[in-house]
């Protein structure tokens, strides 16, 4: 969901004058990806309850001079970024209700309720694409630096004697050889007479 640098995703909730002070607060070094009108919660101090913050225009740029992607909440009548948050590799960014989204904030959990549900689909689409693209590009980073094994030396293997098979001796033989060992035996007895 990238624009052309210089491009900005506007809110069919703001008027055009409101669309362009959100445009203008931003170089064109950073670019608007998403906006929308939508309240800010906050689990804190008690994270069992969401507590109202603000509401504003939350947008999600991309940050050319940091290399990175940020949420941002927009006060339109300051001109002013009042809420910002790196979107970071281990992010969660999670829809229980498709105008509600959460995350995992620096200091607690975060809460974006949208005014306009077409326009929180379309915020969703835009963060996750960016965080499964983030991933990517880390998975590559840690194939690329993980340590490569040693190249294996190319040497002959060594040949492993064949076991030796003993042959079977039927019992015809074992009698020959027994008869021949006897008459061996009497040859050596009688030479031994002889001398």
Same mark, same amino acid.
């Given at each position: ?12 909730l703001?008027? &055009? #004058? %409101?669309? $362009?002070i959100? %445009?203008?607060?931003?170089? /064109? !070094? $950073?670019e =608007?990806? &998403?906006?929308s009108v939508?309240? @800010?919660?906050?689990a804190?101090?008690? /994270?069992? =309850? ?10 999600l740029? !991309? ?11 927009? +006060? ?10 790196? @979107?970071?590799? %281990?992010?969660?960014y ?15 959990? =975060? ?5 306009? %549900?077409a326009?929180a ?14 991933k !990517? ?5 840690d &194939?690329? +630096?993980?340590?490569?094994? /040693?190249?294996?030396t ?16 039927? !019992?015809? #033989? ?6 021949? #060992? ?8 009688? +030479? &031994? #007479? =002889?001398?």
């Amino acid at each position: 969901m990238a624009k052309p640098q210089g491009t900005y995703a506007k809110s069919e909730l703001l008027s &055009a #004058d %409101e669309n $362009r002070i959100v %445009e203008q607060m931003y170089s /064109p !070094k $950073r670019e =608007v990806l &998403a906006c929308s009108v939508a309240q @800010l919660f906050q689990a804190a101090p008690n /994270p069992r =309850v969401w507590a109202k913050q603000q509401t504003g225009v939350v947008v999600l740029i !991309k940050d050319h001079n940091q290399r990175s992607y940020f949420l941002q909440f927009v +006060n339109i009548d300051t001109h002013t970024a009042t809420y910002s948050e790196e @979107l970071y590799l %281990e992010m969660e960014y999670k829809t229980p209700y498709d105008y509600f989204h959460t995350f995992a904030g620096e200091r607690c959990t =975060v809460g974006l309720n949208f005014c306009h %549900e077409a326009e929180a689909k379309v915020f969703n689409a835009a963060v996750q694409q960016i965080i499964s693209r983030n991933k !990517k590009r880390k998975e590559k980073m840690d &194939a690329a +630096n993980r340590p490569r094994p /040693p190249p294996a030396t190319l040497t002959p293997p060594t040949p492993t004697p064949a076991p030796v098979a003993s042959p079977e001796i039927s !019992k015809k #033989d074992k009698k020959e050889k027994k008869k021949k #060992d006897k008459k061996d035996k009497k040859k050596k007895k009688d +030479n &031994a #007479d =002889v001398v």
